[in-house]
């Protein structure tokens, strides 16, 4: 089945770029209608959503951190990437990558959406 | 952007009980586009119900989802040890996804 990983530095200092990448494995990142999402969660709170690709490159992104983000794909390894531009101590978080699935009941007819596939969430820490 | 309000923050019941976990949008959310979520300590949350009340692949018949417009449900009718766990639910709409605060379901 398919499965996601995450991986990246775990530091990373005041303003610059943080940079993860999200390894999709036991399926192609370009089979079926799926968007390729980020969401992340700070210690002991929710989950927010950064943004998502489609493997068209068609991006995505949360508009509170849309001046910051740049989400890509390269389909030849089967991966998407984050860069968060402009890190804070704001940015610390437990970053994950998912997959956004839609649902069809019979006759083609859409039933749903969510993301039904999670990678394991890689901790990143901003900090000098 | 539509924001998700879960309710209660925090709820406390012992095992073979009932629970009730409520989620309200600021503005009306297509059943099609809402889903829950559960998360144990130190995990990647997992996909329980979407569409508003189908159930994910594998997940158990005790678990259900109901509501419309803003106001939705997430029910556990007789919780298991593993349900112990905090649960969020989730909209999309305006090519954006937003999700609730966050319900705990604790050991009374």
């Known amino acids: 089945q398919v499965q996601l990983q995450e991986s990246g530095p775990g530091l990373v200092k005041p303003s610059q770029t943080l940079s993860l990448t999200c390894t999709v494995s036991?399926?192609?990142?370009?089979?079926?209608?799926?968007?390729w999402s980020w969401i992340r969660q700070p210690a002991g709170k929710g989950l927010e959503w950064i943004g998502r690709i489609y493997t068209s490159g068609s991006t995505n992104y949360n508009p509170s951190l849309k001046s910051r983000v740049t989400i890509s794909v390269d389909t030849s390894k089967n991966q998407f990437s984050l860069k968060l531009s402009s890190v804070t101590a704001a940015d610390t978080a437990v970053y994950y990558c998912?997959?956004?699935?839609?649902?069809?009941?019979?006759?083609?007819?859409?039933?749903?959406?969510?993301?039904?596939?999670w990678g394991q969430g890689t901790m990143v820490t901003v900090s000098s | 952007e539509i924001v998700l309000t879960q309710s209660p923050g925090t709820l406390s019941l012992s095992p073979g009980e009932r629970a009730t976990l409520s989620c309200r949008a600021s503005?009306?959310?297509?059943?099609?586009?809402l889903a829950w979520y559960q998360q144990k300590p130190g995990q990647a949350p997992r996909l329980l119900i979407y569409?508003?009340?189908s159930r994910a692949t594998g997940i158990p018949d005790r678990f259900s989802g109901s509501g419309s417009g803003t106001d939705f449900t997430l029910t556990i009718s007789r919780l298991e040890p593993e349900d112990f766990a905090v649960y969020y639910c989730?909209?999309?709409?305006?090519?954006?996804?937003?999700f609730g605060q966050g319900t705990k379901v604790e050991i009374k």
């Open positions: 569409g508003a009340s």
């Open positions: 989730q909209q999309y709409g305006s090519s954006s996804w937003t």
């Open positions: 998912a997959r956004r699935t839609g649902y069809y009941g019979s006759g083609s007819y859409f039933t749903g959406e969510a993301f039904d596939i």
């Open positions: 503005q009306s959310v297509s059943s099609s586009y």
């Open positions: 036991g399926g192609s990142i370009s089979s079926g209608s799926y968007y």
